[in-house]
C-alpha cells in the first residue's frame, strides 16, 4: 500500500547525541515535510522540502537539519544543538506544495534523557 | 496571516451529529479552510477542505459562511472512532512567496461518548 514510514517509532538517547529519524514515502509526492509536536499542543513546522535536492526552513528550524538527495528519503536529524529535542515527530508529504492535503506518517516518538 | 480560533473542546454523543466551529475571521479572498483530524498518538488525517462554497465527502461536510468568517466542520453520526483533536487551518503563503504552508493550532478535542 502506498503510504508514508517513519522510523523508528519510538527511540530513547542520551543528552548530547545527534539523533536521525527516517521517513520515506512511496505515493511519488514532491513535497515533504516534518513537524514537531510537544503534548498538548499544535504542530509546528520544522523543515520543508519543494522537490529533490531543495529544501527550506520552517518555523523551529535551529538545531534540526535535513536531506533531499531522493524524492522519496526525506531524514530529519536531531543535533546535539536542538535544546529541548523530547518531542512526538511527524513526517508529511504532498504532490506539491501548492496543495494543502497532505499525508502524515504514524510518527516517531524521542525521549532525551 | 489568517489565524484560527476553536474551541479546546467538546463532546458528542456517539451516533449524533458533530458540529465543530472555527473562526477564521481575518482570511483572506483566496486562503482555503482545511480541517484535519489527529487521534492520539497517531499522524494527522486530512478531512476536508473548502474556499466559499460548501462541501461535502464521506467523511463530513464543510460549511462556510457567506463573508467566510468561519466555518463548521459536520460530522453527521459520530461514533466513538471520532474522538480525536480536530484542527482547522488557514492555508497561508510560505517563504519564497509560492510555497504554502499548513500551521496547525492545538484544535478541539472532540469526544464521543456512548
Known amino acids: 500500500d502506498g503510504g508514508i514510514t517513519q522510523s523508528p517509532k519510538y527511540l530513547f538517547r542520551k543528552e548530547g547525541q545527534n539523533v536521525t529519524l527516517s521517513c520515506e514515502q512511496n505515493?511519488?509526492?514532491?513535497?515533504m515535510y516534518w513537524y514537531r509536536q510537544d503534548p498538548g499542543q499544535g504542530l509546528r513546522l520544522i523543515y520543508y522540502s519543494q522537490i529533490v535536492n531543495d529544501f527550506q526552513k520552517g518555523d523551529i528550524a535551529e538545531g534540526y537539519s535535513v536531506s533531499r538527495e531522493k524524492k522519496e528519503s526525506f531524514p530529519l536529524t536531531v543535533t546535539s544543538a536542538q535544546k529541548n529535542p523530547t518531542a512526538f515527530y511527524l513526517c508529511?508529504?504532498?504532490?506539491?506544495?501548492?496543495?494543502?492535503?497532505?499525508?502524515f506518517g504514524e510518527g516517531s516518538r524521542l525521549t532525551v534523557l | 496571516d489568517a489565524k484560527t480560533t476553536q474551541p479546546p473542546s467538546m463532546d458528542c454523543a456517539e451516533g449524533r451529529a458533530a458540529n465543530l466551529p472555527c473562526n477564521h475571521s481575518?482570511?483572506?479572498?483566496?486562503?482555503?479552510v482545511y480541517w484535519y483530524r489527529q487521534i492520539h498518538s497517531q499522524g494527522p488525517q486530512y478531512i476536508i477542505h473548502g474556499l466559499k462554497n460548501n462541501e461535502t465527502n464521506e467523511m463530513a461536510s464543510l460549511i462556510i459562511t457567506e463573508d467566510r468568517k468561519s466555518s463548521t466542520l459536520i460530522l453527521p453520526h459520530a461514533t466513538l472512532r471520532d474522538t480525536a483533536v480536530y484542527y482547522c487551518i488557514v492555508r497561508v503563503p510560505g517563504s519564497g512567496g509560492s510555497n504554502y504552508k499548513l500551521t496547525f493550532g492545538k484544535g478541539t478535542l472532540l469526544t464521543v461518548n456512548p
Open positions: 505515493l511519488n509526492h514532491d513535497a
Open positions: 481575518t482570511i483572506s479572498g483566496n486562503e482555503y
Open positions: 508529511a508529504s504532498s504532490i506539491s506544495t501548492n496543495t494543502g492535503e497532505l499525508f
